[in-house]
């Protein structure tokens, strides 16, 4: 059986970590990027799918070309973190099955029904946008999802020779600065949003 995590974890992921506008002058290394790949990739989609496509903008260049698809608020936020990332989500995922999802033809429960694709895409590749922010925590690292951005300018920019990858949302990424934090917003307990069937 697996042991709980200790509260120092769960605090580093959840009680006490923020969403970040504002980082540290420090830099992210590569290897970051790569360690944040090597986590994500092991959380649960439907069939393996895993048909989040991802691009790290690290470079000024790539972060200008971000910045321009986005709102002004969320653009000065592209440009001055150490990292932005384009969460995207693959539509034709299924063809990578065979390799994913070997031990039965789970490309045929998609050919043909792009509209199922398209929603299952959509729906995993969320789902490892979340694992992407819980693996940064836990690498100590900070996260800024946002939305607020033009998708088709995201699209168009990034994605152009991939026309069936789409963005889902972005993120900024680095080592947050605490000083800038307002306080948290309120989170409701278990009986507001919750029922036991």
Known sequence: MTAPLDD??????????????????????????????????MGPTSANQLPARLVWCVSDAAKEKLAAACSETNAAKVLKAPVSVILGMDVEFHEHLPTLYPHVDAKSWFDGNRELREASAFRNSS???GYLILAARALGLDVGPMSGFDAGAVDKAFFADTP??????????????????????????????NRIA
Do not use: C, S
């Open 127 to 129: 789902l490892q946008g």
């Open 164 to 193: 069936d990858v789409r963005a889902n949302f972005i993120a900024t990424l680095g080592y947050g600065d605490t000083a800038t934090l307002h306080p948290r917003h309120p989170r409701p307990g278990f009986e507001l949003f």
């Open 8 to 41: 120092a974890a769960l605090d580093q992921l959840f009680r006490t970590a923020r969403t970040f506008n504002h980082y540290r002058d420090e830099p992210v290394g590569e290897d970051k990027l790569h360690a944040i790949w090597e986590l994500m990739k």
